[in-house]
């Protein structure tokens, strides 16, 4: 195991905690919505409180569904049932370089050793149909880099993750899940979900539990494995496979992204060699890996991290709510086509506080779109 330098944070009270849950359980709040909230409002409370007012300002047909206090206490009662529990992005045991993307889950369902998520950890992903040479060499590497004091993260799927899995068991692994931490997805990884939470490894979903996973999911799956890593290495992929989305988001996170090479004519390699052509490391053993991500290891990269907070709030921030001659103008400036909510403020030439706000009521009644990179457009029928 390496320094364990992401083992900062404050905890959240239980409290808080619930507060938290009901939030990002309720109808149209993502991960980028509930940090504006909290950043807006102060405390997850005072955001659910709100939540009726902004949807009904944002041009809400129906009441938006918030999440009871019942239910929260429920998914945390089951949580705790399956020795799960719910981390948030401001807490120790969060996963350090995850905390840093845009849109980074707000609270994560960990099982298992909760001292991995604090490592420094390497993705390896790839091909679910992988060949006898692309699973033993995605072992291979899976076991010198725990070796070398990093932990394997994958997505616990057929073929190069199970591989990774299964050969970091010793010094620790996490697999990311696509659906709640009691829907493991195939069926025959059961037995090795059971062999990670059970020892030095760990199994993290930001899905409820009874979640089965579906098509739609994987994607974020995806992310959280390119987020938690400090590279992604990608040993088999086909030209459109799952393999190449986590590499992208890895890339576009500031991850170091490696490639396996393969023959020209082997399908499994067709989206490998595409990642080598557009600049991914040339990786053929651990070395490779090793010596590109060695001076991203600094302490200090762990210092600056990006979380929601609840801070005191010494004024009512709904004082002054938005007029309609303001909310038309920034609703008159959206279109189908992505901005940048910089671009927005410049438009309309409106306090950044309103455009921030007219966006949220915007985005709770379900009028808005948010798109990779910050950018927003409006929904139209």
């Known amino acids: 195991m390496s320094e364990g330098a992401g083992r900062q944070g404050i905890a959240l009270s239980e409290r808080q905690k619930i507060a938290w849950l009901r939030l990002i359980r309720s109808d149209n709040v993502g991960p980028v919505t509930f940090r504006d909230l909290i950043n807006?409002?102060?405390t997850a409370e005072a955001a659910l409180e709100m939540l009726p007012e902004l949807s009904r300002r944002g041009g809400a047909v129906r009441s938006i569904r918030i999440a009871s206090h019942a239910d929260a206490e429920r998914e945390l009662e089951l949580a705790h049932r399956h020795g799960a529990a719910f981390v948030g992005i401001g807490?120790?045991?969060?996963?350090?370089?995850?905390?840093?993307?845009?849109?980074?889950?707000?609270?994560?369902?960990?099982?298992?050793?909760?001292?991995a998520a604090g490592d420094v950890a390497v993705g390896i992903v790839g091909s679910r149909n992988a060949s006898i040479a692309g699973a033993k060499f995605a072992g291979m590497l899976a076991r010198?880099?725990?070796?070398?004091?990093?932990?394997?993260?994958?997505?616990?799927a057929r073929g190069i993750d199970t591989a990774a899995h299964r050969a970091s068991l010793a010094t620790g692994t996490i697999a990311a899940m696509a659906g709640g931490l009691d829907q493991p997805y195939p069926p025959e990884n059961i037995g090795l979900l059971d062999e990670i939470t059970s020892g030095n490894g760990l199994?993290?979903?930001?899905?409820?539990?009874?979640?089965?996973?579906?098509a739609r999911d994987f994607p974020r799956r995806n992310r959280l494995i390119a987020g938690i890593g400090l590279g992604l290495v990608v040993v088999e992929a086909a030209s459109r496979s799952g393999s190449l989305i986590t590499a992208r988001n890895a890339a576009d996170f500031g991850r170091l992204v490696f490639a396996v090479p393969g023959s020209p004519l082997d399908p499994r390699a067709h989206g490998t060699n595409a990642l080598l052509k557009d600049g991914a490391i040339v990786t053929t053993d651990a070395s490779d890996v090793l010596e590109a991500l060695a001076p991203l290891r600094e302490p200090d990269l762990?210092?600056?991290?990006?979380?929601?907070?609840?801070?005191?709030?010494?004024?009512?921030?709904m004082a002054l709510p938005p007029d309609d001659s303001e909310r038309d103008r920034i609703a008159s400036a959206l279109g189908p086509t992505p901005v940048e909510?910089?671009?927005?403020?410049?438009?309309?030439?409106?306090?950044?506080?309103t455009v921030y706000l007219v966006l949220?009521?915007?985005?709770?009644?379900?009028?808005?779109?948010?798109?990779a990179g910050g950018l927003v457009s409006i929904a139209t029928d």
Do not use: C
């Open 40 to 42: 807006h409002f102060g």
């Open 91 to 115: 807490e120790p045991d969060y996963p350090p370089f995850l905390r840093k993307i845009d849109g980074a889950p707000p609270l994560l369902a960990m099982k298992g050793n909760r001292a």
């Open 144 to 156: 010198d880099l725990g070796a070398s004091g990093y932990v394997v993260v994958s997505g616990l």
């Open 203 to 214: 199994a993290v979903s930001e899905m409820p539990f009874g979640w089965e996973p579906r």
């Open 302 to 317: 762990f210092q600056s991290q990006s979380r929601a907070e609840e801070p005191a709030v010494d004024s009512d921030p």
């Open 341 to 353: 909510i910089d671009e927005i403020i410049r438009h309309t030439e409106l306090a950044a506080a």
């Open 360 to 371: 949220l009521e915007l985005d709770l009644a379900g009028r808005l779109h948010r798109h």
